[in-house]
Nanobody
Framework: QVQLVESGGGLVQAGGSLRLSCAAS????????LAWFRQAPAKEREFVAA????????GYLDSLKGRFTISRDGAKNTLYLQMDKLKPEDTAIYYC?????????????????????WGQGTQVTVSS
């Protein structure tokens, strides 16, 4: 049993930066892969970035490479998403997710069905 709580969302102007946090508790030893997804109104959930907990290997949505950075602090059981050069189209609810598989292919980490536990989400709004 793992619990995930996101924080750090808010309102920011285009071109600005924001750092999201996802704090994990419970059976964190079963939390092998983590990811960030986002969902805008009337749109489907979209993959953002993923991280393998054991070695820190990362994967990103191609269009976000260079602007978004995923990382983790093992001692704090916390996942981060650093978002730079934000655009209005980045506006969405951002969710963190945890999975129990160490596999880290593109087909695996981009698929929301491969994650077992989800946080409640945090709103990010980017104004023009």
């Amino acid at each position: 049993q793992v619990q995930l709580v996101e924080s750090g969302g808010g309102l920011v102007q285009a071109g600005g930066s924001l750092r999201l946090s996802c704090a994990a508790s419970g059976r964190t030893w079963s939390m092998l892969s983590l990811a960030w997804f986002r969902q805008a109104p009337a749109k489907e959930r979209e993959f953002v970035a993923a991280l393998r907990w054991s070695d820190g290997r990362t994967g990103y949505l191609d269009s976000l490479k260079g602007r978004f950075t995923i990382s983790r602090d093992g001692a704090k059981n916390t996942l981060y998403l650093q978002m730079d050069k934000l655009k209005p189209e980045d506006t969405a609810i951002y969710y963190c997710a945890a999975g129990r598989s160490p596999f880290f292919s593109i087909n695996y980490y981009q698929n929301p069905e491969r994650y077992d536990t989800w946080g409640q989400g945090t709103q990010v709004t980017v104004s023009s």
